[in-house]
């Protein structure tokens, strides 16, 4: 299989790199409209770009060609992200979530978030085992974020992730799914028992705002309960 890189700009275009020798593979021009996030699907056949036009496409890896525009955002559609059944969910500041047959080029379900300020930019992520998947509200200076689980099947809110101390910049889930972090602005990481919805591990020893995580190929969950969060049920 083919491995490739995907790049967006704030001019609407695409770049489709190889990730061994850095050809650049395939040029994808779109609208003159900011591109928010990309994401390859499962079998790495499609890419799909996140606009600020409101639009969702879909580009094939192969040929470059546009193969579908899927619209039903109201505002910038900030993040995309497919689950393994190459299914695509999209989602944005206008606080909806959707779930898109690819193959079908139609929409199968949709949702609306609580998130004060809609999604953050590449703030939609499916756990590995495809059962669920969080949306993360745009960060402010003046409020907090929060951090949003739902069903992956049925776009059922499971619950929230209420954090009153700080905003937050990224999330990552355990090579397991059972366990989310999430880095936030008050220099801290935590952790999150996504099933039993039981706050974890408090990380702390960063001098800033903590802007990025990632978890080792071997990454688990942690085991401490933490307080000063709290869990709502939907």
Not at 25 to 40: E, I, M, T
Request: net charge neutral.
């Amino acid at each position: 299989m083919d491995q490739f890189i995907g790049t967006g700009d704030r001019l609407g275009q695409v770049y489709l790199w190889d990730s061994k020798s850095g050809r650049l593979v395939h040029h994808l021009q779109g609208p003159n409209a900011y591109v928010w996030h990309v994401d390859f699907s499962t079998d790495n056949k499609y890419i799909a770009s996140a606009s600020s036009d409101h639009n969702v496409r879909i580009w094939s890896t192969k040929t470059g060609a546009l193969i579908h525009t899927f619209e039903g955002h109201t505002d910038d559609v900030t993040a995309v992200a497919f689950t393994s059944s190459n299914l695509l969910l999209s989602a944005g500041f206008d606080d909806r979530i959707i779930l898109w047959d690819v193959a079908q080029q139609r929409r199968l379900a949709s949702s609306v978030a609580s998130h004060q300020f809609g999604i953050a930019t590449g703030g939609l992520h499916v756990s590995p085992n495809n059962d669920v998947f969080i949306t993360v509200g745009a960060p402010s200076q003046i409020s907090s974020t929060s951090v949003s689980v739902w069903d992956a099947r049925t776009l059922k809110n499971r619950g929230e992730l209420l954090d009153m101390s700080a905003s937050i910049d990224e999330t990552a889930f355990s090579r397991d799914g059972k366990a989310l972090f999430v880095a936030k602005w008050d220099r801290s990481i935590v952790t999150w028992d996504i099933k039993n919805a039981k706050l974890l591990n408090l990380l702390k020893g960063h001098a800033d705002y903590v802007r990025c995580l990632s978890v080792s190929p071997d990454g688990a969950g942690p085991a401490r309960t933490l307080g000063n969060l709290g869990w709502r049920d939907k």
